[in-house]
């Protein structure tokens, strides 16, 4: 008995391959969800805080907006990096590494004073964030 095909992009009919069966630890596949969402969540926390720091240690509207760009662009160039040294070996401890970074990062923000340095939280939060780039493959 023939199988179906699957129809490609250039009009070729190419014969369907079964799914083979894979085993699956949900359980280290749930640490790594709630691992990469933690991570995540942490990044979305920054933009929240702008109201507060707009009111209370009055910063600018272009002070809170270049903190956005800081976490948004830190995070945007270090997970290239991350992706290829991922690619080159496995690195599994960077997931508990980010949470740590991301978290430590986004804390720091509401215990320092000056601006510079919730400017450089800022950007240690987003180089937390995108460590988890490749953990996805080595855990």
């Not at 391959?17 to 990044?43: M, P």
């Amino acid at each position: 008995m023939a199988e179906a095909g699957v129809q490609t992009a250039l009009g070729a009919s190419k014969p369907r391959q079964r799914a083979e069966s894979v085993d699956i630890d949900r359980r280290r596949l749930g640490v790594l969800t709630l691992g990469h969402f933690s991570v995540d969540y942490a990044l979305g926390v920054v933009p929240a805080l702008l109201p507060f720091l707009v009111s209370e240690r009055g910063y600018s509207l272009s002070q809170a907006s270049t903190l956005v760009l800081a976490v948004v662009a830190s995070s945007s160039i270090i997970q290239p990096i991350f992706g290829r040294l991922g690619d080159l070996r496995p690195m599994p401890w960077l997931l508990p590494l980010a949470l740590v970074m991301s978290g430590l990062g986004v804390a720091a923000i509401g215990f320092v004073s000056s601006y510079a340095a919730v400017l450089g939280a800022a950007v240690f939060a987003g180089w937390g964030s995108r460590r988890t780039t490749r953990t996805a493959r080595d855990t």
